[in-house]
């Protein structure tokens, strides 16, 4: 293989696809040519499993040994992959290990739990506590509590049916009255609010329509993972990734045992790490699927000062409803609170049922006479306190369950005595007290407790609570802080390029709660904090009839992030309700409040998306260059910077969308040409071309410009071959008067301009002249 062959085990970039029912295999196999003619090497494919029918995103798997029949079953799958290879693509396919759909009628291995109880071959499957709830599995499916709904239920030969749910009848319990009927089967219906404190299965954060799946089993393994390691195996696709790790009882064991299962092939993991967090450098994986690479480009484009200034705008504005001041740290904090005692009650109290046990049979006299009430008090205020997502071992523990996180914890109790409760949980939790199936237990517990708090309170509350850049409120962003200087972007380039060099990359997924060109229009907010305070107090001149002034200002950003778009009043008003319902301050999704919510709709129809809007919409076109510049120079950033960028479908035109299932709406492949398309194709097809300088074996070098201006250019080299460089803070460059001679120091050679074929620079180029016709440049090295 010469240097500019590429190794067809690693993906030189991605290309994102949402399979569902109005978008199956056959018409991905549509999408080839165009998405072959971008020059990425892959199609990524979201889940392909059989799922729930009807599924938009297929997430909640039903069945692992079939795929997908919606979709065009394995024939349509394997014929993809055919027009795939002839248009030199291969695939990578999203799998999902730690939970599948609680949807007995369509699950068949649950149906045949619920029918045999934990005697079944497959009890081993699933996450229950056999132990509570009676040894029954609680099924939260009920409208309303039981004395209401009894008569709903109804006996259908060897069924159980509730409207359109369906459960099976124990063996030789067909025909008894109804109240025996139930109580004889292994499970039981309940009012679906009881999930929140009664629920005896692990489920997916706090959906209890997704049943964790205990894939640290050997058997479960292998049966949930055969039809895709046979994929593998037969060719058909080439790489995975793997979805929600943090779930999982023993994420090492586990991908250990994938690695090995399919030979190493490239390998990419939803692993969230916050901010400064490394990825366990055990597991055996080429890296996380991006979103750490997402809040390090999304922060080039956010000025320090100007959010500073916007944040203490934001606090003026929306007092009181900033959640008490609009304090980020404070409103994680609260936000946990609330989640821990609400949306997570039933794991909280199912990981105090395991400590409370683990020390009342320990031999260690300091775990003895802990009552539970101390040790849950203990436990919620150490993962209250947790800055990550998990701890993956007592080493990483320690680093996360610090003394200053136990100080806090031990406030929380009135009797010092009681507060000894702390360092136990503290102990265990960093494994001082030995290896034993219980303590593992209980560390599994922990970490898989954390991990849903941590996606609920920051992703789904927080995050909709602390709203001063909504660009900021990205999967694994830090809105508290976040700016990122060149300096610090070159120092995380540096890493991956050193650790994990066939890393995945993103800035816009399925997932992101806003696209990245959305993002880039709210960055430049940044650059002119008093200029857009001055447009909001024009158009809530006399109150804007929005509810509160919370929302007010999440709304005037979403309008304007969004932009001029089709449908536009029916994509906010979902987005806000969204916005509002995971907010929880007025409404929320189990506890909606009508009139809240018609106000939000009225506001949305009468404000943002009436005449007000207008100026708004006014305000961000006299902003279009710099909106531009934000945009294409996040995606040529991230399709050159270290790791394999993955492209969401349609984002190498102009995308805007917003939340989803905003973000999974239909796209349209091929035909705009803008400029962003221009950028992404040349950047992929150059990634195609010339793979060494992108690969494991490329090198990373942080350029420098010199002059009054250095400070609005971002600028690398690839392996001494490829040169990018983009523009930053442009609307603070345009005020400052421009470049003023400004320069960049190119690398020794002639470089050859790819966005504009025919210009060639060479040593100190001047910005003026290298960003005379586009806020970024991409250069290659012309061979000596």
């Not at 002119?528 to 005037?556: F, I, K, M, N, S």
């Amino acid at each position: 293989m010469t240097p500019e062959q590429r190794d067809p085990a690693v993906p030189t970039a991605t290309y994102r696809l949402q399979l569902q029912p109005g978008f199956p295999f056959g018409a991905a196999a549509d999408a080839v040519p165009y998405v072959a003619s971008l020059g990425v090497s892959h199609l990524h494919l979201s889940p392909v499993l059989e799922a729930v029918p009807g599924s938009p995103h297929g997430y909640d798997v039903v069945d692992h040994a079939r795929v997908r029949e919606e979709l065009g079953g394995e024939e349509g799958l394997r014929e993809l992959a055919r027009t795939a290879r002839e248009h030199g693509l291969g695939l990578v396919v999203d799998i999902v290990p730690n939970h599948m759909a609680m949807s007995p009628r369509h699950n068949r291995a649950l149906w045949e739990v619920l029918r045999e109880g934990p005697a079944s071959p497959y009890a081993r499957w699933f996450d229950i506590d056999w132990e509570a709830q009676g040894g029954h599995v609680l099924l939260p499916v009920l409208g309303g509590p039981f004395g209401e709904e009894a008569g709903r239920l109804e006996a259908d030969g060897e069924v159980l049916r509730y409207y359109d749910h369906a459960f099976p009848l124990r063996e030789g319990t067909a025909g008894l009255p109804l109240p025996r009927l139930l109580d004889a089967q292994w499970y039981r219906p309940v009012w679906w609010r009881l999930a929140r404190t009664e629920l005896n299965y692990r489920r997916f954060f706090s959906i209890s329509e997704l049943i964790g799946v205990r894939v640290e089993d050997p058997e479960v393994f292998d049966a949930t993972h055969g039809k895709i390691l046979e994929l593998l195996r037969e060719g058909v696709i080439d790489g995975l990734r793997v979805d929600h790790p943090d779930g999982l009882a023993d994420p090492d064991g586990y991908l250990r045992r994938l690695h090995e299962a399919t030979g190493g092939r490239w390998t990419v993991v939803e692993k969230i790490l916050s901010d400064g967090e490394p990825l366990p450098p055990s597991w055996p994986v080429a890296g996380t699927t991006g979103y750490d690479a997402l809040r390090h480009v999304d922060g080039l484009f956010t000025d320090p000062a100007g959010f500073g200034e916007l944040l203490g705008r934001y606090r003026r504005f929306a007092a009181p409803q900033t959640d008490r001041g609009g304090d980020w740290d404070a409103t994680v904090r609260r936000a946990a609170y609330k989640v821990l005692t609400h949306e997570l009650a039933t794991e909280v109290d199912r990981l105090t049922r395991v400590t409370s046990r683990l020390c009342a049979a320990s031999p260690e006299p300091a775990l003895r006479d802990r009552a539970p009430w101390a040790l849950r008090t203990a436990l919620q205020e150490l993962l209250v306190r947790l800055e990550v997502y998990r701890p993956y071992s007592s080493v990483d523990a320690a680093g996360v369950v610090t003394e200053k996180a136990a100080d806090g914890a031990r406030l929380a109790f009135a009797v010092p005595e009681e507060a000894g409760a702390v360092d136990v949980v503290r102990d265990l939790v960093l494994g001082r007290y030995g290896d034993g199936p219980e303590y593992v237990e209980f560390r599994t517990r922990f970490a898989q407790t954390a991990s849903a708090l941590r996606a609920k309170s920051v992703e789904d509350t927080a995050f909709y609570r602390y709203v001063p850049l909504l660009s900021a409120t990205e999967v694994g962003g830090n809105p508290g802080d976040p700016a990122v200087s060149p300096e610090r972007f070159h120092a995380y380039c540096a890493r991956v390029q050193r650790d994990w060099p066939s890393t995945g990359t993103v800035v816009s997924t399925h997932d992101t709660k806003r696209s990245a060109d959305v993002r880039a229009a709210l960055h430049v907010l940044t650059e002119c904090p008093e200029r857009w305070t001055d447009v909001l107090a024009e158009v809530t001149r006399g109150g804007g009839g929005a509810p509160d002034a919370q929302l007010a200002w999440a709304a005037w950003q979403t309008v304007f992030g969004l932009g001029p778009a089709q449908d536009a009043e029916e994509r906010v008003r979902g987005a806000l309700l969204k916005h509002v319902r995971e907010a929880g301050l007025y409404t929320s999704w189990t506890e909606q409040e009508p009139p809240y919510e018609e106000a939000v709709e009225r506001f949305v129809a009468e404000g943002p998306c009436g005449v007000p809007g207008e100026r708004v919409a006014a305000f961000r076109a006299s902003l279009e260059p710099h909106i531009r510049a934000n945009a294409w120079g996040a995606a040529l950033v991230h399709l050159t910077m270290p790791g394999v960028p993955d492209v969401y479908q349609g984002t190498e035109h102009e995308y805007r969308a917003l939340v989803d299932p905003d973000n999974r709406r239909a796209v349209r492949f091929g035909g705009e040409g803008s400029g962003k398309e221009a950028v992404t194709r040349a950047a992929l097809r150059l990634r195609a071309r010339r793979p060494a300088a992108f690969g494991d074996r490329a090198s990373y070098a942080p350029l420098t410009a010199e002059g009054p201006a250095a400070a609005h250019c971002l600028a690398f080299a690839r392996s001494g071959e490829v040169l990018t460089a983009v523009t930053r803070l442009s609307l603070r460059l345009a005020e400052a008067g421009g470049w003023h001679g400004t320069r960049l120091a190119l690398p020794a050679g002639r470089w050859a301009d790819v966005l504009e074929p025919g210009r060639e620079f060479g040593g100190h180029a001047p910005l003026e002249e290298l960003f005379q016709r586009s806020p970024v440049a991409l250069l290659e090295r012309i061979p000596d």
